[in-house]
């Protein structure tokens, strides 16, 4: 009797085991409600794509899943105002909230790292809970939001590809810990109050800041392409461990007063200062050796 019945146990426990692995693995999984979700529960790894439907539930919480092979996409949903997770840490594509008017609250407690993380067009939430420590993105990219704050992200990893802050006219704050951007790091369309604090930043493929209070990279060694600077209202442009931009330095239309770049050794491209009426001292650039070109619009009496 036993030897009849195990090649139908065999079968029943091979079935259930596939059941297992295809409903962790799909090509694209979309979430409406509760029961969308119960069926990610016991899955702590899923391959394939999650995307939160566009007529959703207003409150999506996945528990259980870890780590996302694919991407995750939340977009052109008005009715979401809260998603969460108190288990995602590992997503290796591409994280996309867009268009979401309503969203309130993102809980992500346990976040560690995506390939992309992407927001655009989203409200400032209220509740705003990403783990503090250990974040790595390869890209990161924030447009036409209502953030304030870009300082609850860690980005501890040495390198990202991209940083893209764009159009977010209510940004305030923005301190982020990476320390070499591969590419390119764009930074403009912020409020005409905002901070920018890169502590960790050492060198950047290319670097444009235009708008914004403050800007501090006291660590920043050396830029490959250019590095361009305008419209900030600081008297001062602290990079004292600059030495080498590969492409143009460009600083216009700056409240600036002084700069602090005296260990600037070598600009490959042209040194541009360009309507920046408080600048008369260039004193800053003690140690300028090597210029493409210069082009300087004002009066200078150093």
Not at 68 to 82: E, M, P
Request: proline share 4%.
């Amino acid at each position: 009797m036993l030897a009849r019945l195990l090649p139908s146990l065999a079968v029943v426990l091979s079935l259930r085991a596939y059941q297992c692995i295809a409903q962790c693995s799909n090509a694209t999984t979309t979430l409406r409600n509760a029961a969308d979700i119960t069926q990610l529960a016991s899955c702590k790894t899923f391959t394939g794509t999650i995307v939160v439907a566009t007529n959703s539930a207003a409150v999506i919480d996945i528990p259980g899943l870890e780590t996302l092979q694919g991407d995750f996409i939340a977009a052109n949903n008005s009715i979401l105002t809260t998603l969460s997770s108190a288990t995602f840490a590992v997503i290796t594509g591409t994280v996309l909230f867009q268009n979401l008017p309503v969203l309130t609250n993102l809980t992500l407690p346990n976040w560690i790292s995506s390939g992309t993380l992407h927001f655009d067009t989203v409200p400032e939430p209220t509740v705003h809970d990403f783990q503090q420590n250990g974040q790595q993105v390869n890209n990161l990219i924030v447009r036409n939001t209502s953030f304030a704050f870009l300082a609850g992200l860690a980005l501890q990893g040495a390198q990202m590809d991209t940083l893209e802050i764009v159009d977010n006219p209510y940004l305030q704050i923005v301190d982020l810990q990476m320390g070499n951007i591969s590419q390119s790091g764009t930074i403009t369309g912020s409020s005409a109050d905002m901070v920018l604090t890169l502590p960790n930043l050492t060198y950047a493929y290319q670097l444009i800041v235009a708008n914004g209070s403050q800007i501090m990279l006291p660590r920043l060694q050396a830029v490959n392409g250019g590095l361009s600077i305008s419209s900030v209202k600081s008297p001062n442009i602290s990079a004292p461990a600059l030495t080498f931009v590969g492409g143009d330095l460009d600083i216009s239309d700056c409240g600036l007063s002084e700069l602090d770049l005296n260990e600037l050794v070598n600009v490959q491209g042209s040194v541009n200062f360009v309507n920046n009426a408080q600048l008369a001292d260039l004193s800053g650039l003690s140690s300028l050796s090597v210029v493409g070109g210069l082009e300087l619009v004002g009066s200078f009496s150093k």
